[in-house]
Nanobody, 116 residues
Framework: QVQLVESGGGLVQAGGSLRLSCQAS????????DGWYRQAPGKQRELVAV???????NYADSVKGRFTISKDHAKNTVSLQMNSLKPEDTAVYYC??????????WGQGTQVTVSS
């Protein structure tokens, strides 16, 4: 089992930046894919960005060119650098991992609010 703890959310003005971090603990050697998802009020949870164990990344169209996902294997952390933030980026952001044997783990979520 993998435990995840997010940090770095907060309130920022449109056009600003935030960096989210996700600290993994437990059975981290089995992690295959790390990702960030978000859920806005009244909407379904959606994928923001993912990174494979080999470093391949994929982004939602809405964040391409503005967000960057990265992983520090030595520290077992995954970060999401968010630039040029827009009010529509406001959501609770969740860290997620999938292991090689198919198990999924979620963090508790961190609130990101972008004011116009």
């Amino acid at each position: 089992q993998v435990q995840l703890v997010e940090s770095g959310g907060g309130l920022v003005q449109a056009g600003g930046s935030l960096r989210l971090s996700c600290q993994a603990s437990g059975s981290t050697a089995g992690i295959d894919v790390d990702g960030w998802y978000r859920q806005a009020p009244g909407k379904q949870r959606e994928l923001v960005a993912v990174i494979s164990n080999g470093g391949v990344t994929n982004y939602a169209d809405s964040v391409k060119g503005r967000f960057t996902i990265s992983k520090d294997h030595a520290k077992n952390t995954v970060s999401l650098q968010m630039n040029s933030l827009k009010p529509e980026d406001t959501a609770v952001y969740y860290c997620h991992v999938k292991t090689f044997y198919g198990a999924n783990s979620w963090g508790q979520g961190t609130q990101v609010t972008v004011s116009s």
